[in-house]
T-cell receptor, first 110, second 119 residues
Framework: GQNIDQPTEMTATEGAIVQINCTYQ??????LFWYQQHAGEAPTFLSY????GLEEKGRFSSFLSRSKGYSYLLLKELQMKDSASYLC???????????FGTGTLLAVQP | NAGVTQTPKFRVLKTGQSMTLLCAQD?????MYWYRQDPGMGLRLIHY???????AKGEVPDGYNVSRLKKQNFLLGLESAAPSQTSVYFC??????????????????FGPGTRLTVT
């Protein structure tokens, strides 16, 4: 079967660093996506990993290990506006479908 | 570019009524998707389309039908609404592998959502 696991909730302090983990088991692999979703809004694209390693984009970085079925999203210099849900999603390849995890709700506190 | 748009934004239905949700994209994407999002359940795929005139079932297709008569439009129909279909519905679109023109294949662009309540 196909399964994506990520923590339900996390709390962090403004200015700090937080790492959100994602583990997956899917049939085939054509890339892993991270999306950000603020309450009441649509998901927006953050990052894409298809090869092992770290992808850095400003304050956000995403890491992938295909052999371990593992990814993480790293958010640095946290700001209050980073309070949102972070969705891990894997493109399984064989099915033309993106499989989403249930999301991690991040609360950034002053 | 408007990106992905959805009509309507909000709707209240009574049990047994029917309705159609319209999704439109102006990015010339081949793939289009309909999701529903419920608290604690994440995004679940209802139906999707890999091209004009084609549709396929996703994870939770029962009670829904779709059509893709034009490349830019993807319609989601509820023939007889039930309270279990109360949800937020998102449409998304993406390029396919090999047609992304340098963009990330399969990156999905989402519409603003439709909040549907069935009483």
């Amino acid at each position: 079967g196909q399964n994506i696991d990520q923590p339900t909730e996390m709390t962090a302090t403004e200015g700090a660093i937080v790492q959100i983990n994602c583990t997956y088991q899917t049939s085939g692999f054509n890339g892993l996506f991270w999306y950000q979703q603020h309450a009441g809004e649509a998901p927006t694209f953050l990052s894409y990993n298809v090869l092992d390693g770290l992808e850095e984009k400003g304050r956000f970085s995403s890491f992938l290990s295909r052999s371990k079925g593992y990814s993480y999203l790293l958010l640095k210099e946290l700001q209050m506006k980073d309070s949102a849900s972070y969705l891990c999603a894997v493109f399984g390849g064989a099915t033309n479908k993106l499989i989403f995890g249930t999301g991690t709700l991040l609360a950034v506190q002053p | 570019n408007a990106g992905v748009t959805q009509t309507p934004k909000f709707r209240v239905l009574k049990t047994g009524q029917s309705m159609t949700l319209l999704c439109a994209q102006d990015m010339n994407h081949e793939y289009m998707y309909w999701y529903r999002q419920d608290p604690g359940m994440g995004l679940r795929l209802i139906h999707y389309s890999v091209g004009e005139g084609t549709t396929a079932k996703g994870e939770v297709p029962d009670g829904y039908n779709v059509s893709r008569l034009k490349k830019q439009n993807f319609l989601l129909g509820l023939e007889s609404a039930a309270p279990s279909q109360t949800s937020v519905y998102f449409c998304a679109s993406s390029y396919s592998m090999g047609r992304s023109g340098g963009s990330i294949p399969y990156e999905q662009y989402f519409g603003p959502g439709t909040r549907l309540t069935v009483t």
